[in-house]
């Protein structure tokens, strides 16, 4: 009961701080001491600046940096004081880009005062003001020009890095499209709505990844572009694994113009062909399931449920040799959902049985003899294989001849003389 009391008692004072006329007079904060160290497993960026009671159960890190000023709303526990540690949930956050913000009843903004910036806190029409400190992140130029792209499906998106970390701003291509989105660091994952997403966020090299079509079609990437020269991230880099299971894009130039996009998923190969003509719908998949293209263009995936899939084309008619490119390979850690197995290739035709003739079946048909009388398929008129058609065939016919020729004299010769 007596801590309830405490609680009971505290709350009223804040509240009648609170509720006290203030007739346009601001009212500086009383803790401008900056936090020395985070608290045990909270994230550093998120303390970094000087942490104020705004309200009851309710705390302000007010910094300034190079990106501009900022102000993050922390839930803390009954009976803060400066030094205490406070949860890692940011409430709000306030910045020149979204300088309001409701919380526990606290109407808040970010405005300007004298030559910086202030938070101010509006509770039944009574107003505390909290003034943010100087600028200290270095030059205002530590964010990257934007890099513009086109998404299709009627979107685009800004890309920016700060010190703060990778941003993707989409918005519609439409002049009265109100519908938004920003990926951050924080926050990189995309609404259900569209496939879109930040890989590798708090790393060296972020990634900006979408796809606005279903199916089997593969993943488009952009880097995010670099921090000027002499900025650095204001959070400890840390390359995460692959989000994603699908492997970079390989573009090739196919001739003829045509273009195709190489990727290799856990589904197995895709090779989506296009055309290089920007006017052109023309376009077509292949996949470990239909490896073979139309009969329009030679193009096919060679070995599609092998380890290593081979995309074939050739554009060219006549005998000009094909073209190949290896698939590109999986991210780090993520394998084929299929049993990998090699393609087997084309049987070679068995050689023939056929017997050659020799000199000894010759010799063996004509001993004990007088009269060579052609006999079962000699006599029919039976050709020899193909493969019996070298020299010792030809030796063995004539050896045939010669027993011939010499069994026929003997016999004139015995008639003469008898």
């Given at each position: ?5 405490r ?31 985070a ?18 159960g ?29 949860t ?27 030559k910086?910036?202030?938070?101010t ?5 009574a ?7 100087a ?8 964010v ?11 979107l ?16 519609g ?25 930040i890989?590798?966020?708090?790393g ?14 593969p ?60 006017g ?5 998949n ?26 074939e084309w ?26 990998v ?16 003739v020799?000199?000894?079946n010759?010799?063996?048909q ?53």
């Amino acid at each position: 009961m007596r801590t309830a009391l405490r609680a009971s008692i505290a709350a009223a004072v804040l509240a009648g701080a609170l509720l006290a006329p203030v007739a346009g007079t601001a009212y500086a904060a009383t803790t401008t001491a900056p936090v020395a160290a985070a608290g045990a497993g909270t994230a550093p960026e998120t303390h970094a600046g000087t942490p104020v009671l705004i309200g009851p159960g309710v705390i302000a890190v007010l910094r300034n940096r190079a990106e501009g000023p900022e102000a993050r709303i922390h839930a803390a526990s009954d009976g803060w004081k400066p030094g205490d540690d406070y949860t890692d949930g940011v409430l709000a956050t306030l910045d020149l880009g979204h300088p309001k913000a409701s919380v526990n009843g606290l109407e808040l903004e970010l405005v300007k005062s004298g030559k910086g910036h202030a938070l101010t806190a509006t509770k039944d029409g009574a107003t505390k003001s909290f003034p943010l400190p100087a600028g200290t992140a270095g030059p205002a130029e530590c964010v990257s020009e934007v890099k513009h792209l086109n998404l299709g499906a009627g979107l685009l998106v800004e890309l920016t890095m700060s010190t703060e970390g990778p941003k993707a701003f989409m918005h519609g291509d439409e002049p009265g499209e109100t519908w938004t989105q920003t990926l951050t660091r924080t926050s990189p994952q995309g609404s259900p709505n569209y496939f879109a997403r930040i890989d590798n966020p708090s790393g060296a090299k972020p990634v900006f990844e979408w796809r606005t079509q279903g199916g089997h079609v593969p993943s488009h990437f952009a880097d995010f572009p670099a921090l000027p020269k002499g900025c650095t991230p204001g959070y400890p880099l840390h390359d995460n694994e692959s989000t994603t299971c699908v492997s970079q894009i390989k573009e090739i130039n196919l001739g003829a113009g045509l273009l195709v996009d190489l990727t290799m998923s856990t589904e197995g190969p895709v090779a989506f062909m296009y055309s290089a003509e920007p006017g052109s719908t023309w376009k077509q998949n292949l996949t470990r399931y239909n490896p073979q293209g139309s009969p329009d263009y030679f193009a096919r995936i060679n070995d599609p449920n092998g380890a290593k899939p081979v995309f074939e084309w050739k554009t060219q008619g006549g005998d000009v040799p094909s073209h190949f490119k290896d698939f590109p390979a999986l991210p780090k850690g993520c394998t084929l959902e299929h049993t990998v197995t090699k393609e087997t290739p084309a049987p070679k035709p068995e050689p023939s049985t056929a017997k050659p003739v020799t000199t000894t079946n010759v010799a063996t048909q004509t001993t004990g003899q007088t009269t060579v009388v052609p006999q079962g398929s000699v006599a029919a008129g039976a050709e020899i294989a193909s493969e019996d058609t070298d020299d010792s065939t030809t030796v063995a016919a004539g050896a045939g001849l010669l027993a011939v020729f010499a069994a026929l004299g003997t016999t004139v010769l015995r008639r003469r003389r008898s």
